[in-house]
């Protein structure tokens, strides 16, 4: 069975600093990893994806994530955050076989953004 | 191009009756999935369609059903509703078969059952 962990329940940060939300998964074969966002009373907006090749991958409105495999990680960073990132944000994986097809959320992590 | 819709958008129930969903997936998406979002749960997969039929499934009862038409809209039925299945119902299409396609997900329908 595949799993994602999402450790904190909320980070804060000023605006204008580094801000990264964590992710562990545990899924058979090779992973297929996503971050999402949702914004109050609206339905979750696709972030990025990991599929093969380069570990870093470059996303939407300046969200990066890292794929560790030995670390089983996949955590979301931005270098700069704002105001308007504030919002819940969700992990998921899916696996590459076909038991494995469901997309399994993480319990999600709300990220507030202070001016 | 227009994103995944949900309709209706809020429904109040009583207990014991059922309820109909409908989701209309982005235009050319041949998968469509329904989650199941509560603030004690999270996320939960209900289940996922593809070409009409069901791909994978979720967790859930019997009372929690679905059905893919061949236009790819879908719908999803809860029958004999309790209070615990008030929720935010969510649907999600996807380009065509893969697990490495991501999801585009529609805004929700809030289900309320008193």
């Known amino acids: 069975a595949q799993s994602v962990a999402q450790p904190e329940d909320q980070v804060n940060v000023a605006e204008g600093n580094p801000l990264t939300v964590k992710c562990t998964y545990s899924v058979s074969g090779n992973p297929y990893l996503f971050w999402y966002v949702q914004y109050p009373n609206r339905g979750l907006q696709f972030l990025l994806k990991?599929?093969?090749?380069?570990?870093l991958v470059k996303g939407s409105y300046g969200f990066e994530a890292e794929f560790n495999k030995s670390q089983t990680s996949f955590h979301l960073k931005k270098p700069s955050a704002l105001v308007s990132d504030s919002a819940l944000y969700f992990c998921a994986v899916r696996g590459s076989r076909s038991n494995d097809y469901k997309l399994s959320f993480g319990a999600g992590t709300t990220v507030t953004v202070r001016a | 191009k227009a994103g995944v819709t949900q309709t209706p958008r809020y429904l109040i129930k009583t207990r014991g009756q059922q309820v109909t969903l409908s989701c209309s997936p982005i235009s050319g998406h041949r998968s469509v999935s329904w989650y199941q979002q509560t603030p004690g749960q999270g996320l939960q997969f209900l289940f996922e369609?593809?070409?009409?039929?069901?791909?994978n499934k979720g967790n859930f009862p019997g009372r929690f059903s679905g059905r893919q038409f061949s236009n790819s809209r879908s719908e999803m039925n809860v029958s004999t509703l309790e209070l615990g299945d008030s929720a935010l119902y969510l649907c999600?299409?996807?380009?065509?078969?893969?697990?490495?396609?991501?999801?585009?997900f529609g805004p929700g329908t809030r289900l309320t059952v008193l």
């Open positions: 999600a299409s996807s380009l065509a078969d893969g697990s490495y396609n991501e999801q585009f």
């Open positions: 990991y599929i093969t090749g380069d570990n």
């Open positions: 369609y593809f070409s009409e039929t069901q791909r």
